[in-house]
Structures are given as C-alpha cells and as structure tokens.
C-alpha cells in the first residue's frame, strides 16, 4: 500500500526565515511525485511534478528535491504569502490516482 | 478556460438525508477524479473515470456512496442516506488524457447534521 508522510505537521517561520518541509514516501513504482498549495477554503494548486530520483524544480522562493525515499520542499527567505498547506502526493504505476500525504501547515509571520 | 467548477460550495443536511454533489471538469479533460479531505485522515481518493467509464471505486468508502459521469463535461457524487461522518470537503479534479497534473476544483464542503 502507497504511504506518504509529511512532517512537520504544523510549521511557524518568521519572514525570511528560511526552512525545509518533508515528505517520506513508499510506493511501488512511482512515476511522478507531486507538491500542491492549498490556501483555507480553496483546492489544491499544482506546484511542481518531479519524477526522478536527483531531480529538482524551482519556482519563485520554493525549490523541491526528490530521493528515492523523500521529497524536499525548501523555502528560502518567505514571505507571509507564502503561508498555506503544503500537500505531497505520490502516482505508481498502473493508477491514476494520487495518494495525498495529509500535509505541513505553514505560516509565515511579518 | 474556468477551471474544474463543483456545485454546490456549502451544503447542510440532516442525517437520512440524500445528498448530491456536482462537478464539471475542464473541457477536454478525459479523465475524472473525486476525493474526499477530512482533518483525520486528509485527501483521499474515492473513484475516478475516464472518457466517463469507472476505473476505480476501491475509495468508495461504503454502498451509500455512488458516483455517475451521464457525459464529458458533468459528473455527480450522491450520498444516500448521509451520515455526520460523512461530514467533510469533497474535491473534484480532472486531467488530460497524457497529462500528470490533476486540477481541483474548490471543493464543497458537507456538514450533516
């Protein structure tokens, strides 16, 4: 069975203060592993995709990394729009479907 | 292009009663995805369909749950008769016959009562 795992579950930064969030997986054949932003009262919006062990992506502040065992979301110098549920999903082979960890809470204080 | 659109965004209802939820996936999008986000277990998958066929209810947590795609561009999840624990937000996604990335709709949130 797919597990995600995310840590820490709740995370409080002051502005700029950089930090690093989690994402420990075990899956059978992945072929894609996902991070998404969920603001309160909204879904989730698509980050970045990685789908191989080395990889990395970047986007404005946020950088993620993968392993073979975890994924890395790393936040440099935040600011207080930056606060939101960060969410990890993994996709295996011979699904569709993604397996949601149930996410890092951050806030980001002025 | 409005994104994945779910109706209603709030829902309140009493216990026994039936539920319906709805969703209109990105035009052009063959595939369809329903979950389900509570804070205990966070976002689970419950089925999903593609070019309006069901691939995998193994999510479907129980019989009172039953989900349709009558076409491409509508889709509906019924709960009859709803439970309090049934209480949580309910996401539809969708994607492109190819493509990786799911895009969610804003969900709608179900209190029992």
């Known amino acids: 069975e797919d597990q995600v795992t995310q840590s820490p579950e709740a995370l409080r930064l002051q502005e700029g203060e950089s930090s690093s969030l989690n994402c420990s997986y075990t899956?059978?054949?992945?072929?894609?592993l996902f991070w998404y932003r969920q603001d309160p009262g909204k879904g989730p919006e698509f980050l970045f995709t990685?789908?191989?062990a080395g990889e990395e992506k970047e986007k404005e502040r946020l950088k993620a990394t993968l392993t073979k065992k975890e994924s890395f979301l790393h936040i440099t110098a935040p600011k207080p729009e930056d606060s939101a549920t960060y969410l990890c999903?993994?996709?295996?082979?011979?699904?569709?479907?993604?397996?949601f960890g149930k996410g890092t809470h951050l806030i980001i204080q002025p | 292009d409005a994104g994945v659109i779910q109706s209603p965004r709030h829902e309140v209802t009493e216990m026994g009663q039936e539920v319906t939820l709805r969703c209109k996936p990105i035009?052009?999008?063959?595939?369809l995805f329903w979950y389900r986000q509570t804070m205990m277990r966070g976002l689970e998958l419950l089925i999903y369909?593609?070019?309006?066929?069901?691939?995998?209810d193994s999510g479907m947590p129980e019989d009172r749950f039953s989900a349709k795609m009558p076409n491409a561009s509508f889709s509906t999840l019924k709960i009859q008769p709803s439970e309090p624990r049934d209480s949580a937000v309910y996401f539809c996604?969708?994607?492109?016959?190819?493509?990786?990335?799911?895009?969610f709709g804003a969900g709608t949130r179900l209190s029992v009562l």
């Open positions: 996604a969708s994607k492109g016959q190819g493509d990786r990335i799911q895009y």
């Open positions: 899956v059978s054949g992945l072929r894609g």
């Open positions: 369909f593609n070019n309006n066929v069901p691939i995998d």
């Open positions: 999903a993994v996709h295996r082979g011979g699904a569709d479907g993604l397996t």
């Open positions: 990685l789908y191989s």
């Open positions: 035009s052009g999008h063959d595939y």
